[in-house]
Nanobody, 127 residues
Framework: QVQLVESGGGLVQPGGSLRLSCVGTGFTSDRYVIGWVRQAPGKEREGVSCIDVGDGSTYYADSVKGRFTISRDNAKNTVYLEMNNLKPEDTALYHC????????????????????WGQGTQVTVSS
């Protein structure tokens, strides 16, 4: 059974930076897409970014492109989300999820119904 554990959230001022981490265990394949999905109160769930751990291909929503960077360390079974120039609208609960079946630059992300989600880490951007 796949388990995902996120960390790294917190309170940061606008323009600040955070790095989220997601440690995954229990994967039986070395070829899958894993990513980050955020949920803010009163807003629809939004796909932020994802990465193919097999070939390293990365994908971003337009809302974060140029500010966020996703990466992975396969030896540590960890995926990172480096977030720079944070804005108040980035405030949300950030979940790590896999496997991701579909993702587009408009923020649509479809996670395998049999897939896994982490418990989430809160990111709050406020002065």
């Amino acid at each position: 059974q796949v388990q995902l554990v996120e960390s790294g959230g917190g309170l940061v001022q606008p323009g600040g930076s955070l790095r989220l981490s997601c440690v995954g265990t229990g994967f039986t394949s070395d070829r899958y897409v894993i990513g980050w999905v955020r949920q803010a109160p009163g807003k629809e769930r939004e796909g932020v970014s994802c990465i193919d751990v097999g070939d390293g291909s990365t994908y971003y929503a337009d809302s974060v492109k140029g500010r966020f960077t996703i990466s992975r360390d396969n030896a540590k079974n960890t995926v990172y989300l480096e977030m720079n120039n944070l804005k108040p609208e980035d405030t949300a609960l950030y979940h790590c999820a896999a496997p991701i079946q579909e993702f587009n630059n408009k923020g649509k992300a479809t996670i395998d119904p049999a897939g896994s989600w982490g418990q989430g880490t809160q990111v709050t951007v406020s002065s």
